[in-house]
């Protein structure tokens, strides 16, 4: 059985920071590309950000220079470092398991607001 469990989320400043965990269980973590996707109020889901097991990341604009996205393998464990977080930023943020086959996994998301 297959688990993504988002935990970090929260209410925080403009110009703050955040940062979100994926903890995954079951052994998918191992042989999946990892994933952060958002989805504000009235829009669809988007990526955020990605990272291959071998390391390497790719992020959306909107993102780039201001989050970070990394991974564990030894603890199964998915993280996305958020700074400088604007209002825009808000939204329920989903963790994502892409293995080399068979079918994707998300989370259950969890609430991002950026707000004075």
């Known amino acids: 059985q297959v688990q993504l469990v988002e935990s970090g989320g929260g209410l925080v400043q403009p110009g703050g920071s955040l940062r979100l965990s994926c903890a995954a269980s079951?052994?998918?973590?191992?042989?999946?590309?990892m994933g952060w996707f958002r989805q504000a109020p009235g829009k669809e889901r988007e990526l955020v950000a990605t990272i291959t097991v071998n390391g390497r990341t790719t992020s959306a604009d909107s993102v780039k220079g201001r989050f970070t996205i990394s991974r564990d393998n030894a603890k199964s464990t998915l993280y996305l470092q958020m700074n400088s977080l604007k209002p825009e930023d808000t939204a329920v943020y989903y963790c994502?398991?892409?293995?080399?086959?068979?079918?994707?996994?998300w989370g259950q998301g969890t609430q991002v607001t950026v707000s004075s």
């Open positions: 994502n398991a892409n293995p080399f086959v068979g079918r994707n996994y």
């Open positions: 079951g052994s998918i973590f191992s042989f999946s590309t």
